[in-house]
């Protein structure tokens, strides 16, 4: 494992991320065999995953490593990591335990990265994280610009809640409030910023099935989508950047 508390270097050369003609149009497939194997298919090999603890950001790592990405991950705790004993070894994988709220510890990650996937999301909806994901973008934001790393996505609810208990809609809501100032965030920056909002009606912890619909409306009835496929669709699009400055709703299979 290759585990950094700061104490050294931890910065990663990577070529610089550029990115294709934003689409315009719904896509359902993806690239064949042929395509992801083209060199200019597969630009932007080193990312930042936040959130690479939780469930979705440990499939984007999992994934990312099998694909031979090299994965830099900050997570404020090692111990217990999703990840298997090959995983943890891999080398292209970079362990570094710090604070998603420290611009110092941000700045040691994101520094020569060619993209930030923001995973993070409050455990709890009881918790003084509440507004986690708005502290933590403008931290994230300002060290990209410092550092000249322009590809971000994130993650976002599409619609308002719909849990029933009225607490925890209560406080889903101001989760859902926090993404909305997140996104607000983003969007203030977005003249830097070559983000995607990837937009979902639910995840769920099923398989990857690489069969997912992607819509840049919303014109369709939400199906649940695993973070499995959500994880395959984020690595897609750091290489195509064909949904750069856009939120497509992703659907699982109908
Ligand atoms: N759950 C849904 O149905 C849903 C719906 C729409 C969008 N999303 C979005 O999808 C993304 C992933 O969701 P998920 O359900 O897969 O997430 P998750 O499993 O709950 O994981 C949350 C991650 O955030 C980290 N985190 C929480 N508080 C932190 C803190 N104070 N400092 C550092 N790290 C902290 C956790 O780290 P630790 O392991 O250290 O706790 C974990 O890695 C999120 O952006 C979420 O907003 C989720």
């Not at 607490?167 to 983003?186: A, G, M, W």
Request: aromatic share 6%; hydrophobic share 40%.
């Amino acid at each position: 494992m290759s585990s950094n508390n700061f104490g050294q270097s931890n910065v990663i050369n990577a070529v610089k991320h550029s990115s294709l003609p934003i689409s315009s149009y719904n896509i359902l497939a993806f690239l064949t065999q042929e395509e992801e194997d083209m060199p200019s298919m597969r630009r932007g090999k080193h990312i930042l995953v936040l959130g690479a603890s939780g469930r979705l950001g440990s499939q984007v790592v999992q994934q990312a490593l099998d694909a031979s990405y090299h994965v830099t991950i900050l997570v404020r705790n090692d111990r217990s990591l999703p990840f298997s004993r090959r995983q943890l070894k891999d080398p292209n994988l970079v362990i570094c335990v710090g604070s998603i709220f420290s611009r110092i510890d941000l700045d040691r990650v994101i520094e020569g990265q060619d993209a930030v996937i923001n995973c993070l999301s409050p455990r709890t909806l009881w918790t003084s994280d509440i507004k986690l994901n708005s502290r933590a973008q403008r931290l994230i934001n300002e060290s990209m610009v410092k550092f000249d790393v322009k590809r971000l996505i994130i993650v976002r609810c599409h619609g308002t809640p719909t849990i029933d208990s009225f607490f925890t809609r209560l406080l889903s809501n101001k989760v859902y409030h926090d993404k909305k100032v997140q996104e607000k965030l983003i969007m203030e920056n977005s003249e830097f910023l070559d983000w995607t909002i990837i937009r979902v009606g639910g995840l769920s912890n099923g398989k990857l099935t690489k069969k997912y619909l992607l819509l840049d409306n919303d014109e369709i009835v939400f199906k649940k989508v695993s973070r499995a496929d959500v994880a395959h669709f984020i690595l897609k699009e750091i290489g195509t950047g064909m949904w750069v400055k856009q939120a497509p709703l992703i659907n699982g299979k109908v």
